[in-house]
């Protein structure tokens, strides 16, 4: 509440001594104390200040002299304003109470001015003489009367059980500022449960003194601290207040008018605030102003809380030169970086979409240092921004595959189902812990659900894992738990389920019958990604024509055919392929039936001991007298990650190359570029003329008995 304080006139001769005092005391906080403004006085209490450009009179000479100088960071509080009045008591306005007043921070003026000094400097300019008299006790006892005393949002959040309690506080007795009532409900709302927030919210909506709170924030915007903005605003963001209304996008605006008040601590809210925040005009503008806040304070920052708050906020699309700037800002704050940090920079980074190898380094082994005792939500955070920066570290896998599997009695299964969906996605395949999750579906079935089956077979048929210790039986209860879900499961479920299990050379009858009927067929080739559907249906019809299925009716589905990627064979192997057997002896770029295609095709003997040429194989009249054999060049994707174990479609493809009577070499195009050609041809001249026995066709079955 203001406390009006009024001027007393007085023709006493000492008066102009006394007004040049004033004069004197005024020109010491010229620097303090913004423009003349008017204030309009609200019924609740609270005034906002507003700039005004009043004609030139002897009567508010004093105030003229402060029109330059304005600052922007300045800040005002009520409870030292002293208001200046005319003559009269009455204010001249219409209908609204406006005085010109001159506001001086408490904290930046530790003493008051004192207008009863002694001293009697003569002025003799015209103005009018002002005797200021101010009694000590009546001001302390019209203040205690009428300035309420601030709510405290801790003290208040812990009286009140509930959001409208709040505003229950607040309509009895409001106060400045508002921003308190908001960090109170804010505070009592985040320890509530998901189903009370929700009930406690639209009660906060419908309570009477919701409204009158959110205008009183709106006019107290722009004259409160500016942390007490950002933390109300933040506040608002997170008890759902939509952020499409006049209170959110106002309070947005005055950010951007205040933005230079900005110091570290400001910095770390409004970065929170605006990553909660969808985007659009008001905050992409507040975003770029941000952006170049930070690139003038970058090495400012001391806390690096509030640097990977920063990071976490600038965006994407924020210019690469700012990125370089705060990656190198954090490389050298990385020795004081604690375990929390650590963690958290993966998903800084990913926030920023900037891989930088050597934080991402340094921050694995701390990680992997302190891996006991990590939250479930930290490890899935981790692996997910490693995923979004494509970063592979095969030691920081290894540590939290190991820690789970360490504790597997301790974790829920659908827990280490998405830890094992985020690892199939990175491509690493930790076979103890995928054993342990196996043997856990076989001892308990009944957490199978439709979402989880489905996972569960695209993770083991994409690693190509196998334990064939419990192969069958783990198959089987899989198979036989979907089967259940039967006449509920979307089409495109069942088909993703089916096209594991064929890949996993397994064959449930139930699901592919109910598969094959026209009217799923014919919804999958007409809606939903249907080239992917089209994909995965040539993958079944393939598996039960060249694998041992026990699918014996006849398959004729008119599938589509699908845009044909151009293939490029390895010039570095077919040079090399040149050099040890010569032109003529081998085929490129060879297409097989089922829309297989190998790189490279040679025709030897049965003992693979000698190298046919294309010509003399016409003369050999038996199929049986040729060993074909097919050069496969693959990327190290084909392979999980750190290993060369074949992943899912690599294997089939091996698995049906050999039904089709081929021998199978790979070559990984990352190894063959580094060699010299010499250590090449050697290379490929001991893979062709092995005497090894060929690859099994159930080369996805891999054994960990």
């Not at 300019?125 to 801790?154: C, M, Q, W």
């Not at 409001?174 to 009592?188: E, R, V």
């Not at 397994?506 to 592919?512: E, G, N, Q, S, T």
Request: with cysteine.
């Amino acid at each position: 509440m203001l406390t009006v304080l009024k001027p007393s006139v007085s023709v006493d001769s000492k008066m102009n001594n006394r007004a040049s005092s004033v004069l004197w005391n005024l020109r010491q906080f010229s620097t303090l104390v913004p423009t003349s403004r008017t204030v309009r006085l609200y019924p609740l209490g609270f005034c906002r200040p507003k700039n005004v450009y009043s004609n030139w009179n002897p009567g508010n000479l004093l105030l003229n002299n402060f029109d330059n100088r304005m600052q922007s960071s300045v800040r005002y509080l009520f409870q030292d304003a002293l208001i200046f009045k005319s003559g009269d008591d009455d204010f001249q306005t219409k209908g609204i109470n406006t005085v010109p007043v001159l506001i001086v921070y408490r904290l930046l003026c530790p003493r008051r001015l004192s207008f009863d000094s002694e001293q009697s400097p003569v002025s003799d300019n015209g103005l009018k003489k002002i005797n200021f008299h101010l009694e000590a006790s009546n001001e302390d006892v019209l203040t205690k009367k009428t300035k309420p005393t601030p709510v405290n949002y801790r003290k208040l959040s812990q009286e009140c059980n509930s959001l409208s309690d709040v505003l229950d506080t607040y309509s009895e007795a409001p106060t400045f500022p508002s921003s308190n009532y908001f960090s109170a409900m804010w505070t009592i709302a985040k320890k509530m449960s998901n189903d009370q927030k929700h009930f406690e919210k639209q009660l906060m909506f419908n309570h009477p003194a919701f409204t009158q709170l959110c205008e009183q924030m709106m006019r107290e915007a722009k004259i409160m601290h500016f942390d007490h903005l950002l933390f109300s605003l933040h506040a608002m963001v997170k008890l759902g207040i939509p952020q499409n209304t006049l209170l959110v996008q106002t309070l947005l605006r005055v950010v951007q008018e205040r933005i230079n008040e900005c110091d570290e601590k400001c910095l770390s809210v409004l970065s929170t605030v605006l990553e909660a925040l969808e985007p659009c005009k008001n905050v992409d503008v507040l975003r770029a102003g941000l952006r170049i806040l930070v690139d003038q304070q970058i090495w400012k920052i001391e806390r690096v809380f509030t640097l990977q708050a920063v990071m976490k906020c600038i965006g994407k699309d924020a210019p690469i030169a700012l990125k370089r700037k705060l990656e190198m800002k954090a490389l050298r704050e990385l020795d004081r970086f604690s375990i929390l940090n650590s963690q958290r920079m993966f998903e800084v980074l990913a926030a920023m979409n900037h891989r930088s190898i050597i934080l991402l380094n340094e921050c694995s082994k701390m990680v992997i240092g302190n891996i006991h005792g990590c939250p479930f939500k930290i490890l899935i955070n981790i692996l997910q921004s490693c995923r979004d920066l494509r970063y592979r570290n095969l030691d920081l896998f290894k540590g939290i595959a190991d820690y789970v599997a360490t504790t597997f009695d301790i974790w829920k299964l659908k827990q280490v189902l998405f830890l094992l969906i985020l690892f199939e996605n990175l491509g690493f395949r930790h076979t103890g812990l995928m054993d342990l999750f196996m043997k856990k579906v076989v001892d308990e079935p009944g957490f199978l659900n439709m979402k989880s089956i489905v996972s569960i077979l695209h993770v083991y048929s994409s690693l190509n894992h196998f334990y064939k210790c419990q192969a069958q039986e783990f198959l089987d209860i899989v198979a036989s738990a979907l089967t259940g879900h039967l006449h509920h499961i979307p089409s495109e479920n069942l088909l993703s389920a089916v096209c594991a299990f064929c890949l996993m050379n397994h064959f449930p009858l139930a699901l592919i019958n109910q598969l094959l009927q026209k009217d799923i067929i014919n919804e999958l080739l007409t809606s939903g990604a249907v080239e992917r559907n089209v994909h995965k249906l040539r993958i079944l019809t393939t598996c039960l024509k060249l694998d041992d299925a026990p699918y014996h009716k006849a398959i004729d589905l008119a599938l589509p055919l699908l845009p044909s990627t151009p293939s490029h064979p390895n010039p570095k192997v077919a040079e090399v392929l040149r050099s040890l057997l010569g032109a003529g002896h081998f085929s490129e770029n060879v297409q097989l039936p089922h829309n297989y295609h190998i790189d490279f095709e040679i025709r030897m003997d049965t003992n693979r001991s000698q190298v046919l040429s294309l010509s003399d194989v016409d003369v050999v009249t038996s199929a049986t007298d040729i060993q074909r054999v097919a050069v496969l060049c693959v990327p190290r994707s084909t392979y999980c990650l750190g290993s060369t174990h074949p992943r899912g479609f690599l294997a089939m493809k091996m698995r049906h190359l050999k039904v089709m009577g081929f021998y199978v070499i790979l070559v990984n195009n990352w190894e063959m570029e580094k060699l010299e050609m010499k250590d090449a041809v050697t290379l490929l001249k001991s893979e062709i003329y092995s005497t090894e026995a060929p690859p099994t066709a159930d080369v996805n079955f891999q054994s960990t008995c």
